[in-house]
C-alpha cells in the first residue's frame, strides 16, 4: 500500500487490521515489519513431519496441560509482526480466547519445520522476532539436515541447548518430560 507525502511516494507499513478480513490465500500470509510475506504452500514432507510432531506433542500435552496447535494460528506480536508458526503451545496458566480468530500473545513454544524456499526467514526473522516478542522454547527442525535445534530463551537472547538427529532424543525446557527420538519426526 502506498501514501503520498510531500516528498513523493513513501511505503505504508500494513498492520494486521489491514489484513484480518482479506481472503484466506493457499500459502501462509505474515507480516514481518510491516512488509506482507506470502509463502507457498508447504512441500508434502513439510506436511508429514508437521503432522508428526503435532501426533507426538499433542498427546503428551493432552496429558499435562496447556493447549497444542498443530496447524498454523495467527499470532498477533504487535501491530506489524504477525507469524503462522508450524506449531505453538500455550502453558496451562495461560488464558486464551479460543473463539477469537487470532492470538495476541508469545507462545511458550514455538516450532517451525524449514521449508527450502524460505530458508531465511525461519531461521534469521522469525528466530529474530520470536526472540525479540518472548518466545520461550523455539525448535527449527531441519528436514534437508535431518536434525532438530532446540533454543531456549534466557534474558533476552536464545541459547542453543542441542541439536538432535537420528538415533538422538529430543527434549523440551517447556514441556518438561517430553522426550522421544528425533528420527521418529525426521
Known sequence: MLESTAMGVALKKL????????????????????????????????QLICDRLAARLGGFVATRGGLMFGRPVHIIFDEHVHYEPDLCYFAPHRALDLDAPYV?????????????????????????????????????????????????????????????GRGEPVSSRVLEGLAFEAGEIL
Open 104 to 164: 495476541k500473545a508469545a507462545p511458550d513454544l514455538i516450532v517451525e519445520v524449514i521449508s527450502e524456499s524460505n530458508r531465511s526467514h525461519d531461521t534469521v526473522v522469525k528466530f529474530r522476532d520470536y526472540e525479540r516478542y518472548g518466545v520461550r522454547e523455539y525448535w527449527l527442525v531441519d528436514p534437508r539436515e535431518a536434525h532438530i535445534r532446540v533454543f531456549v530463551l534466557e534474558g533476552a537472547a536464545y541459547r542453543l541447548v542441542g541439536v538432535f
Open 15 to 46: 498492520t494486521w487490521e489491514d489484513l484480518k478480513d482479506l481472503p484466506e490465500s493457499h500459502g501462509r500470509t505474515e507480516l514481518v515489519d510491516g512488509e506482507l510475506v506470502v509463502s507457498p504452500t508447504p512441500a508434502l514432507q513439510h
